[in-house]
């Protein structure tokens, strides 16, 4: 089966730092686009990174622009979330997601299929 485990989730400061780590088995980087979302409670989930593992192409949601970023290690299957600048609109629950599509309209919008989840790690930023 596909898994996607997710880490690095914590407590920080406003203005701190995490690195989030997925590690993907079941799928083949080079062939498939992979990324993040997340989920706040009271709001719609919210997709926030995508690398497309067979050019390199980055994607970022509005919100996170210029903090996040994304890198990926094929050889490992394994894709990171660098957040710096951190905010406490930042807490959620951060899913790593595989198969993100990017939609340039009103900004930059990044979707995922449903079935492509893994278990979230837990972000949380104090102010």
């Known amino acids: 089966d596909v898994q996607l485990q997710a880490s690095g989730g914590g407590l920080v400061q406003a203005g701190g730092s995490l690195r989030l780590s997925c590690a993907a088995s079941?799928?083949?980087?080079?062939?498939?686009?992979i990324g993040w979302l997340r989920q706040a409670p009271g709001k719609e989930r919210e997709g926030v990174s995508c690398i497309d593992t067979s050019d390199g192409d980055t994607y970022y949601a509005d919100s996170v622009e210029g903090r996040f970023t994304i890198s990926s290690d094929d050889a490992k299957n394994t894709v990171y979330l660098q957040m710096n600048s951190l905010k406490p609109e930042d807490t959620a629950v951060y899913y790593c997601a595989a198969h993100c599509t990017v939609v340039r309209a009103r900004g930059t919008t990044i979707r995922f299929p449903d079935d492509y989840w893994g278990q979230g790690t837990q972000v949380t930023v104090s102010s």
């Open positions: 079941g799928l083949t980087f080079g062939a498939y686009a």
